[in-house]
């Protein structure tokens, strides 16, 4: 087996570190009454989805590097709405309009895992679509 190169190592950390930061946060939100919400249940199975999907992509990113950033920014798709749900209740109330278990207390929430998961998808979103800007030439030997 050859050695790997430096991009597809970077989108393999990118990958598992988005599964990290998704698991450690979902773990908050799991056993409460946010998982059964009309809204909020729904932004948690896309969150549930989207980790697989970046495992999958993890495993992919090694043999198959645009497939795996297909399938990474799929995933990107399918957790952004959850951080931002966690960042933001305020416009989500605002456009999705009905009733909630719990009063607004403010629009606006800032929450450090949130803030580092969206960093960590906007992390792999750049090297995913850089994946398919580069072009690999293969190597004589």
């Given at each position: 087996?050859?050695?790997?190169?430096?991009?597809?190592?970077?989108?393999?950390i990118a990958c598992l570190a988005c599964t990290a930061v998704l698991w450690i946060h979902l773990q908050d939100y799991g056993a409460s009454d946010f998982r059964g919400g009309w809204l909020t249940g729904p932004l948690v199975?896309?969150?549930?989805?989207?980790?697989?999907?970046?495992?999958?992509?993890?495993?992919?990113?090694?043999?198959?590097?645009?497939?795996?950033a297909t399938i990474a920014l799929a995933a990107t798709l399918l957790c952004f709405p959850f951080y931002l749900y966690i960042l933001m209740p305020g416009p989500y109330r605002w456009i999705?309009?009905?009733e909630y278990s719990a009063p607004?207390?403010?629009?606006?929430?800032w929450n450090g895992w949130a803030v580092v998961g969206v960093c960590s998808l906007l992390f792999v979103t750049i090297i995913s679509v850089r994946s398919y800007s580069k072009v690999q030439l293969a190597s004589p030997d």
């Open positions: 087996m050859g050695k790997f190169s430096k991009e597809r190592m970077w989108q393999a199975k896309m969150a549930d989805f989207g980790s697989l999907f970046f495992l999958l992509a993890f495993v992919l990113a090694f043999f198959f590097r645009r497939t795996a999705f309009k009905g607004l207390s403010r629009p606006f929430y």
